[in-house]
């Protein structure tokens, strides 16, 4: 079992960054693959990025390709979602999850492992 905490939202104007981090407890963390989704309000929740166990293998959304970078650090147990180039349109609740297939990158919101959320709000 994993616990997930995110960190690192807040509120940022157009065109700027953020880094979130989410941190997990446990030492089986490099067994799972870990993603970050997003939900804005009325809205579906939906999968942005995505890093296999090892990092070897990513996904990105299109609608942040280019802009975001996730990346993991197996010796701290923590995900990274660096967002640059920031839009309204990312405004949202921004989750990290687990996923035990830890070789996949496609991952749906049926996961079992889920941090609390953190809110990034990107004003114009």
């Known amino acids: 079992q994993v616990q997930l905490v995110e960190s690192g939202g807040g509120l940022v104007q157009a065109g700027g960054s953020l880094r979130l981090s989410c941190a997990a407890s446990?030492?089986?963390?490099?067994?799972?693959?870990m993603g970050w989704f997003r939900q804005a309000p009325g809205k579906e929740r939906e999968l942005v990025a995505s890093?296999?166990?090892?990092?070897?293998?990513?996904y990105y959304a299109d609608s942040v390709k280019g802009r975001f970078t996730i990346s993991r650090d197996n010796a701290k147990n923590t995900v990274y979602l660096q967002m640059n180039s920031l839009k309204p349109e990312d405004t949202a609740v921004y989750y990290c999850?687990?996923?035990?297939?830890?070789?996949?990158?496609?991952?749906?919101?049926?996961?079992?492992?889920w941090g609390q959320g953190t809110q990034v709000t990107v004003s114009s």
């Open positions: 999850a687990a996923d035990q297939r830890p070789g996949t990158v496609v991952m749906r919101t049926t996961l079992n492992y």
């Open positions: 446990g030492r089986t963390f490099s067994s799972y693959a």
């Open positions: 890093i296999s166990w090892s990092g070897g293998n990513t």
